[in-house]
C-alpha cells in the first residue's frame, strides 16, 4: 500500500515493480516478502531491490525485512515520506537500508512546498545522488555529460524554507500526536 510515486521512480528506471502485501499495520508483510524472492528466483528473474513504505508514519519491519532481503544479497531502500520524525525501537525512520527518501511536498510532516530528500550514511551513494540530481554533469571546467542525469535539486530558498521547519520538527510532530489523540 502506498502512492503512485513509490512505482514510478521504479518504472522511471526501466525495472518492473513487484508489489509484495500488507500485514496488518498496512506495512510490507516480511512473510510475503520471503516468498516473493523465492517466486522471482525461480521463474529466474533479478531482483535488485527492495523498498519499502513506512505508511502512514508507522515504521516497517526492518528486521525481518533487511534481514531477508540481505540473505539475497539485495539492499534495501525505504519510502520514508510519511514517516520523517517516527521512530522504530528508538531508531529513527529512513536511518534504516542504504538510502531512504523523505518527501517536503505540501501535505507532509514538514514542507518546503515541494520536494523531498534521500538519506543515507554511505558516502559513495550519496556523491553518485548528487552527480544525478544536477544533471550528471563531470568535474571539469567546461559542460561535460557522459551519462543521462536529472534536474531534481532543490532551490536555495526552498532549502532555507527547509531548515526553518526542521528547527520546528519536534514541535509540528508533537502537534500532530496531540490531533491524533483528539
Ligand atoms: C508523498 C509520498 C510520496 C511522494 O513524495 P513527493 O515529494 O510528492 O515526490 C512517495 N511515497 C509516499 C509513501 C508518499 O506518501
Known amino acids: 500500500m502506498t502512492f503512485a510515486a513509490t512505482a514510478n521512480a521504479i518504472v522511471y528506471t526501466g525495472a ?3 508489489f509484495v502485501d500488507a500485514d496488518e499495520t498496512g506495512n510490507m ?13 525461480r521463474e529466474g528473474r ?10 502512514l508514519g508507522k515504521v516497517v519491519n526492518h528486521a525481518r525485512i533487511d534481514a531477508i532481503a540481505a540473505d539475497h544479497g539485495v539492499p534495501v531502500l525505504s519510502d520514508a515520506a510519511e514517516s520523517l520524525g517516527a521512530t522504530l525501537d528508538g531508531r529513527a525512520s529512513a ?17 518546503t512546498s515541494g520536494g523531498g530528500a534521500l538519506l543515507t550514511d554511505d558516502v559513495d551513494v550519496a556523491k553518485r545522488v548528487r552527480y544525478f540530481a ?17 534536474n531534481y535539486r532543490m532551490s536555495n530558498l526552498l532549502a532555507a ?7 520546528r520538527l519536534p514541535e509540528m510532530i508533537e502537534r500532530r500526536r496531540q490531533l491524533r489523540l483528539h
Open 161 to 167: 524554507l527547509g531548515r526553518a521547519q526542521l528547527a
Open 29 to 41: 508483510n516480511p512473510d510475503l516478502l520471503a516468498e516473493a524472492f523465492d517466486a522471482l528466483e
Open 46 to 55: 533479478q531482483v535488485k531491490l527492495v523498498l519499502p513504505v513506512d505508511l
Open 95 to 111: 536511518s534504516f537500508g542504504v538510502a531512504a527518501a523523505v518527501s517536503f511536498n505540501g501535505n507532509k510532516i514538514m514542507t
Open 16 to 18: 518492473e515493480p513487484v
Open 134 to 150: 544536477t544533471q550528471a554533469r563531470r568535474r571539469a571546467v567546461h559542460y561535460e555529460h557522459t551519462e543521462v542525469g536529472y
